[in-house]
């Protein structure tokens, strides 16, 4: 049973478009990350939300935690090129240092 | 200020043999984290050492081991290689207990023949 699912699995858009990645769970997370990893490569931090109902903005990237921090968003606006990787989301339970991974979104933007 | 560094990027292996990862942290980073990264199950947390000291552990076979020094530098250790084991191994550094922004090497690729 996976613990974090990540929707959709796969997204390809075109340059210009705007899409949202979803993360879900039943379970309560002290925090959770957005992560983005390019082939190859280990995965990127790209926002860390605490505090239920919580947005980050980073630039054209919107971070939502949901009110009951079981859930979170990322929606992008006019994806670009360099938009392209794994976007992975991460929670964290408690204290521990144990993060758990969802499965990751594929995003690929077409020029 | 240098960020992960895993040692080596590709290794291929037989099956049966044993192999060793390692990984550095950031400096002052006290918390090392290790995943294995399959395409088919994600990322899965392997271990997690803080201070010398393994304080989680994931549901893997314990061929799987790892160690922490004083330095804070870690090594993980497959025994017994599995063609299954074929993946990309990843580390993570965190600053303090409790914090768990982690920050990533670029993984070691280990294919098992």
């Known amino acids: 049973t996976q613990l974090l699912e990540q929707s959709p699995q796969f997204l390809s858009i075109q340059e210009g478009e705007n899409l949202t990645v979803y993360c879900n769970s039943s379970?309560?997370?002290?925090?959770l990350q957005w992560y983005r990893q390019e082939p190859g490569e280990g995965p990127v931090l790209l926002v860390t939300v605490v505090t239920g109902g919580e947005v980050k903005k980073l630039k054209r990237l919107t971070f939502q935690f949901g009110d009951a921090r079981k859930d979170s968003s990322l929606h992008i606006t006019a994806a670009q090129p360099g938009d392209t990787g794994l976007y992975l989301c991460a929670g964290a339970q408690g204290g521990s240092e144990k993060l758990v991974f969802g499965k990751g979104t594929k995003l690929t933007v077409n020029p | 200020k240098a960020g992960v560094t895993q040692t080596p990027r590709y290794l291929i292996k037989t099956r049966g043999q044993q192999v060793t990862l390692s990984c550095s942290p950031i400096?002052?980073?006290?918390?090392v984290s290790w995943y294995q990264q399959t395409p088919g199950q994600g990322l899965q947390f392997l271990f997690e050492?803080?201070?010398?000291?393994?304080?989680n552990k994931g549901n893997f076979p314990g061929r799987f081991s790892g160690r922490q020094f004083s330095n804070s530098r870690s090594e993980m250790n497959v025994s017994t290689l599995e063609l299954g084991d074929s993946a990309l191994y990843l580390c993570?550094?965190?600053?303090?207990?409790?914090?768990?922004?982690?920050?990533f090497g670029q993984g070691t690729r280990l294919t098992v023949v």
């Open positions: 050492y803080f201070s010398e000291t393994q304080r």
């Open positions: 400096s002052g980073h006290r918390s």
């Open positions: 993570a550094s965190s600053f303090v207990q409790g914090r768990t922004e982690a920050f």
């Open positions: 379970s309560v997370f002290s925090s």
